[in-house]
């Protein structure tokens, strides 16, 4: 399960999924690397930024150890409420243009009741027990 709107322009021949990794310069016993067989589109939509989610499938079976678990999604039409704490960790470049952080980065974060816009940046964001995506508003100076 990824952000559709971090994977815009990109196909599956040149995308590859990382599990179980923490140090994205090592190849750690745990990491697991896949190539994507094919993705299933939600009809996002890039102006509104509705549906930003894509379900990939991947080449093979993961193998779920330690680091590589299930994380069960909530119901279909569940809601999170603005004002609800979140804890969110990741590889994900903190500025445009910039490369991946090498250790994940842990951010508490609060859920708020503004959308999403299409100036909003993507993260993608992991846990040692799962991978979720959020976004980030990018402000211009």
């Known amino acids: 399960l990824t952000a559709a709107s971090c994977f815009r322009g990109k196909n599956s021949g040149s995308a590859s999924v990382v599990l179980g990794a923490y140090d994205l310069r090592q190849q750690e016993q745990s990491r697991q690397t896949f190539s994507i067989r094919s993705i299933s589109q939600n009809g996002y939509d890039p102006r509104q930024n509705l549906n ?66 299409p100036r909003d940046m993507c993260i993608g964001v992991i846990s040692r027990r799962g991978r979720i995506s959020g976004r980030s508003r990018v402000e211009r100076s």
């Open 52 to 117: 930003d989610v894509l379900l990939l499938q991947l080449d093979r079976e993961a193998r779920l150890t330690p680091s590589v678990a299930l994380v069960p999604l909530p119901p279909q039409n569940a809601t999170v409420e603005a004002g609800t704490n979140c804890q969110v960790a990741g590889w994900g470049t903190q500025r445009l243009r910039r490369l991946f952080s090498r250790f994940p980065r842990v951010l508490n974060v609060t859920v708020t009741s503004n959308p999403c816009l």
